[in-house]
């Protein structure tokens, strides 16, 4: 093409349509070999992804960013030249622009016959084999534009996720919160049970970890007299990675003063719902062969109640301050296979270990688990009718954990002596307890309102949104091990027949 004087990688074109609104505008006009009669000429650009030649005709599949469109090229409108560029100069891949008008064929394929086209990008990798198609898990996410460019449904999920977290940050706008930004690098991680990924600042000679939460800069922002304030923001955790789990993901925190978990309940159900009528235009969605009701109202259990339910063992009744109540809860836990159990040091934490292992799996529907153990809830106000646990409620669908909430702590005694006993844990050889922050410690100090506070994994909201069945199907670039150059170029080629 260079020695031709062309320009293989053109500057800019100017589309006036797209494919999606080609079919939309011709879906009930035109007849099988009928020409548009108001002859109306339309630019297109897009990805070649099939290209067949019959002698003078030649027949291309054309894919913009919304959907595809078949294009006709014969030499009854394109120079003898053009046309043999065409052939000679094009591959499945190149990203090309064209000009042309509307027919439909004698099989009724609605086409755009060409009347002249131009070469914008030259790709100098071919697409996937069509035939073998690109379905190696690995790859796909490895080369997460490929995925997008040869599988739709993969872009269709992107395309859904921007909109759930558009519908998110809205109604929260609407309803008067403001999305405030707050640091990726803390000098104590804080907010969260979780280990944090370390990195160091060379000016300052300081120690810093990336945030593991947004939750104590954002309740700062509460005491400094905000009353309704989120973040939409990345999380990084130095955890193990599943089906569930990358150590990058995205949560909103949400606080409100002079509101508690109730009220936040009620906001969870509300913005959810709100976020499928939108996106999905249905309450009732598939989920993994599951259906999925959202309507309202949402089931509230409490964990005592739903742990009775799953272990005919009431935990309730227990002394939390005799020995032999805590050997008790054991025992019903190894009774009922709960593994891991002996190390653990109090009832609430045995309590919590059988939630886990024997409800939370089978929480299809959504369901509020409500009234946590206080071992399990640092952050979380002590409940005002139960001894020794708070308030907190987390959202279960679909067998996982989709949002946390409490009645935030605002007592900083409480608080401290809270922090403290972490920070034990933490010597101890936690690496997933917090340590004491200092400064989040001073703002109560300074008075906090009564708040309400939620957080929300976006990722797993969409994977249930979306019916994807890993936390990497819904983020565009997922963490993964760094393939070695053999096998990069092994996988390349086979991809590539």
């Known amino acids: ?227 309704k304030v989120f973040e939409i923001g990345r999380i990084f955790r130095n955890e193990g990675i599943s089906t569930r789990h990358n150590p990058e993901f995205t949560s909103i925190e949400l606080y409100q003063a002079y509101a508690d978990y109730n009220d936040m309940m009620a906001l969870t159900e509300d913005l959810v719902v709100n976020i499928a009528d939108t996106v999905k235009g249905s309450r009732v969605v598939q989920y993994q062969g599951d259906t999925i009701s959202l309507e309202k109202p949402w089931r509230r259990v409490t964990m005592h109640d739903i742990v009775k339910e799953h272990m005919n063992f009431d935990f309730s009744i227990l002394d939390t301050s005799d020995p032999e109540s805590l050997n008790l809860a054991k025992r019903a836990a190894r009774e009922a296979n709960v593994p891991d159990v002996d190390k653990l040091t109090s009832i609430g934490y045995v309590l919590n270990a059988c939630f886990e292992e024997l409800c939370e799996p089978k929480l299809i529907q959504p369901t509020f688990v409500t009234d946590y153990p206080v071992e399990v809830s640092p952050l979380a106000k002590p409940h005002r009718s139960k001894v020794n646990l708070v308030e907190r409620f987390e959202l279960f669908a679909c067998g996982r954990e989709l949002a946390n909430s409490f009645s935030e702590l605002t007592d900083p005694i409480d608080q401290r002596e809270r922090f403290e006993a972490q920070a034990a844990k933490k010597a101890a050889g936690d690496d997933e307890a917090c340590g004491v922050d200092e400064e989040f410690l001073m703002s109560l100090e300074t008075g906090m309102p009564p708040t309400g506070g939620l957080g929300i994994g976006i990722d797993r909201l969409v994977m249930m949104l979306t019916d994807s069945k890993t936390i990497k199907d819904v983020i565009a670039f997922p963490l993964l091990k760094p393939e070695t150059t053999a096998d990069t170029e092994t996988s390349i080629g086979e991809e590539l027949g």
């Open 1 to 227: 093409m260079r020695l031709n004087n062309v320009n293989p990688f053109a500057y800019s074109f100017t589309p006036t349509t797209t494919a999606e609104s080609l079919h939309s505008q011709f879906s009930d006009s035109l007849s099988p070999g009928e020409n548009d009669p108001a002859s109306i000429s339309f630019s297109l650009a897009g990805r070649i992804m099939v290209r067949r030649f019959f002698g003078k005709l030649a027949f291309f599949t054309l894919q913009d960013d919304t959907s595809t469109v078949q294009l006709q090229f014969d030499k009854k409108t394109l120079s003898q030249e053009s046309f043999e560029q065409l052939k000679s100069w094009t591959d499945s891949g190149d990203i090309i622009g064209v000009h042309g008008t509307m027919r439909r064929t004698d099989k009724n394929e609605l086409t755009l016959r060409v009347g002249n086209w131009e070469m914008l990008t030259k790709a100098l990798l071919p697409l996937p084999d069509k035939f073998r198609g690109f379905t190696d898990v690995n790859k796909r996410y490895r080369q997460r534009h490929l995925d997008m460019i040869v599988n739709p449904e993969v872009k269709k999920t992107f395309v859904q996720r921007a909109k759930i977290t558009s519908s998110l940050r809205r109604q929260l706008e609407d309803l008067g919160f403001l999305e405030i930004e707050t640091p990726v690098l803390h000098s104590t991680p804080g907010g969260a049970e979780a280990k944090p990924f370390e990195t160091y600042h060379n000016s300052l000679s300081l120690d810093l970890t990336l945030r593991i939460a947004t939750e104590l800069h954002l309740k700062r922002l509460i005491v400094g007299g905000f009353s």
